[in-house]
């Protein structure tokens, strides 16, 4: 299938309010603060161990036999993925940890070497292979890609997705990918660290500063919070949990 790219440049305007202070939630030792899921349930991975933390219970998934815990996405709650790119294979969980199923991608036609693998809509997984530039938008339950992007992805890009969007960001900007594979958007942005995608934003933590990237206006606002030396971050119903030093810290997004 022959795919077009479309994008448009998006111009940078600030908005800078005072900071605000965070509020320090709980203690959490964890090697990787996953997120917050839409009911207010952590999830994080400690030992390779990948834990689901609820008021009065804890649940856990484990699979050492695929060596490392790489990635976790759980953007739909009800099908978490798991990647292990150890051994190059993705595990789909209800929200009991229960495993759905298990794709090994050494075992498909044609090989995909995946660095990355996120939930997407309907069943889909967003698939980085970066040894190729190329972003797989594959049905899992009919182990197919359904749609394909040109060899264009960086190997030294870093990436986010939500059900329906991809981003990758480089040095100097930020790439908004479609489920056909299109780029749809450009943000230039320098010095990203990390990513969070919601519906409707792209979060991006930048050297102690947060940044809201609107994907509907195209602005770029500077949120009133500062935190240096972030480990992880997630965002769920426009709020904000910042994970540093043991640590779990709370801030109310303002969405005026």
């Known amino acids: 299938m022959k795919l077009f790219l479309f994008f448009f440049i998006i111009s940078v305007n600030l908005l800078q309010a005072q900071t605000q202070e965070g509020t320090i939630l709980n203690t959490l030792k964890a ?10 349930r952590y999830y994080f991975i400690k030992d390779q161990v990948f834990y689901k933390k609820t008021q009065n219970d804890l649940k856990q998934y484990t699979n ?15 099908r ?10 993705v595990v789909i969980l209800d929200n009991q940890l229960n495993p759905i199923t ?11 070497i995946l660095k990355a693998a996120y939930t997407a809509q309907n069943n889909s997984l967003w698939l980085v292979n970066t040894e190729q530039g190329i972003l797989d938008f594959f049905n899992f339950p009919q182990q197919k890609t359904l749609y394909q992007s040109p060899p264009v992805l960086s190997n030294e ?13 480089q040095e100097n900007k930020i790439r908004v990918f479609n489920i056909y594979g299109n780029i749809t958007q450009e943000f230039y942005f320098k010095g990203a660290e990390q990513l969070v995608a919601t519906a409707n934003h792209l979060y991006v ?39 540093k030093q043991n640590k779990l810290i709370y801030y109310q997004i303002n969405t005026n």
């Not at 050492?64 to 009800?78: K, M, R, T």
């Not at 298990?102 to 995909?112: A, D, E, M, S």
Request: proline fraction near 2%.
């Open 157 to 169: 890009a870093f990436h986010a997705s939500n059900l329906t969007h991809f981003f990758e960001a």
């Open 80 to 89: 978490i993925s798991l990647f292990y790119q150890d051994f190059n294979t």
């Open 31 to 40: 090697d990787k603060f996953v997120g917050v899921d839409v009911f207010g």
């Open 64 to 78: 050492l036999n695929l060596g490392n815990l790489s990635l976790v996405d759980i953007s739909n709650p009800l």
């Open 102 to 112: 298990k794709i090994n991608f050494n075992n498909l036609t044609p090989l995909r």
């Open 205 to 243: 933590y930048a050297e102690g500063n947060f940044y809201r990237l609107n994907l509907n206006s195209n602005e770029v606002l500077k949120l009133d919070i500062y935190e240096n030396d972030v480990k992880d971050f997630y965002v769920s119903k426009e709020n904000l949990y910042i994970y």
